[in-house]
């Protein structure tokens, strides 16, 4: 997904939440770095469950030298959110149950263009010294998550965040969702 229309990376306003979407389940973004409180906007189609990160992490070996064990980056993914404290996750004002979810190992690639959400978020230009390929094996992630089942047609709103790690580590997330769903 573009970083120009990623909504991890957006801070208040409206969103396209459709970009790099399909099937019956859509993915909500938190916000892609460190702490804040942010509020979006966007439509979600009838018929579509949510998945959403309350707070999360990703680690892989981008700038690790030498490059850390899948175990060594599973600690510093796990790190991020753990201790995790004032987890929330509300619709409508109702709570939301949530759940830790670890990820087996993945990989992933990036576009070899600045419009990706590490060049913009860590302002790293790819590939370089840092990244040396768009191809990036292994990778972990952890976090905790709901999943909403379908909403009515109608106004929605999704509130949803946490505070994660300690020390330098440490963050605290709150983002709103003004969800306006299809009918």
């Keep these: 997904m573009p970083a120009?229309?990623?909504?991890?990376l957006a801070t208040n306003g409206p969103v396209d939440c459709s970009v790099g979407q399909s099937g019956d389940v859509w993915f909500l973004a938190g916000h892609f770095l460190g702490s804040g409180t942010f509020t979006r906007s966007c439509t979600?189609?009838?018929g579509k469950a949510l998945f959403v990160p309350l707070i999360n992490s990703w680690a892989d070996n981008i700038c690790n030298t030498p490059p850390l064990t899948v175990d060594q980056l599973r600690a510093l993914a796990e790190?991020?959110?753990?201790p995790?404290?004032?987890?929330?996750?509300?619709i409508d004002g109702s709570p939301l149950l949530s759940q830790r979810a670890i990820s087996p190992v993945f990989s992933y690639n990036l576009p070899g263009t600045t419009d990706n959400v590490i060049s913009a978020a860590f302002g790293i230009p790819l590939p370089g010294?840092?990244?040396p390929s768009l191809h990036v094996d292994p990778a972990?992630?952890?976090g905790f998550y709901t999943m909403i089942p379908p909403l009515a047609a109608g106004s929605?709103?999704?509130?949803?965040g946490g505070s994660g790690g300690s020390g330098p580590m440490k963050f605290t997330l709150d983002v709103?969702?003004?969800?306006?769903?299809?009918?």
């Design 4 to 8: 120009s229309k990623n909504p991890g």
């Design 44 to 46: 979600i189609p009838a």
């Design 79 to 82: 790190g991020s959110v753990i």
């Design 84 to 90: 995790a404290k004032k987890l929330h996750a509300s």
């Design 129 to 131: 010294p840092c990244w």
């Design 140 to 142: 972990v992630a952890d």
């Design 156 to 160: 929605h709103q999704l509130n949803f």
């Design 176 to 183: 709103t969702y003004n969800l306006t769903v299809g009918s």
